[in-house]
């Protein structure tokens, strides 16, 4: 199972590192991808990362403030989160991903770890 990691309460403009332990050998997924979700709300694509040539994509609203990495010597995803603002606000996961249209997509994948809260807020 995925495990994410590294959530908090922050302040508007405050930074977080989520991190994110993959399971399996990492030829095993074509990306892993971050995926974040508020309350009664279906998650939403925030971030994902290709293991063959690590090619990232990035969800327009948080384009240029967060940066998606993946260590394969740790088999972890991180996730650097600069810039932080009250939308934010949700609980992250990771999950393996597809890219459709430039959009990170968990496609059915159903088996979402714990995830991580993370609050901005002053």
């Known amino acids: 199972q995925f495990v994410e990691s590294g959530g908090g309460l922050v302040q508007p403009g405050g930074t977080l590192l989520l991190s994110c332990a993959v399971p399996?050998?990492?030829?095993?997924?074509?990306?892993i991808g971050w995926f974040r979700q508020v309350s009664g709300k279906d998650h939403a694509g925030v971030s994902c990362?290709?293991?063959?040539?690590?090619?990232?994509h990035y969800s327009s609203t948080v384009k240029e403030r967060f940066t998606i990495s993946w260590d394969h010597a740790k088999n972890t995803v991180y996730l650097q989160m600069n810039s932080l603002r009250p939308e934010d606000t949700a609980v992250y996961y990771c999950?393996?991903?597809?890219?459709?249209?430039?959009?990170?997509?968990?496609?059915?994948?159903?088996?979402w770890g714990p995830g991580t809260q993370v609050t901005v807020s002053s």
């Open positions: 999950a393996p991903s597809g890219v459709v249209s430039g959009t990170c997509d968990f496609g059915d994948f159903e088996d």
């Open positions: 399996d050998s990492p030829s095993d997924y074509y990306a």
């Open positions: 990362i290709t293991e063959e040539d690590s090619r990232s």
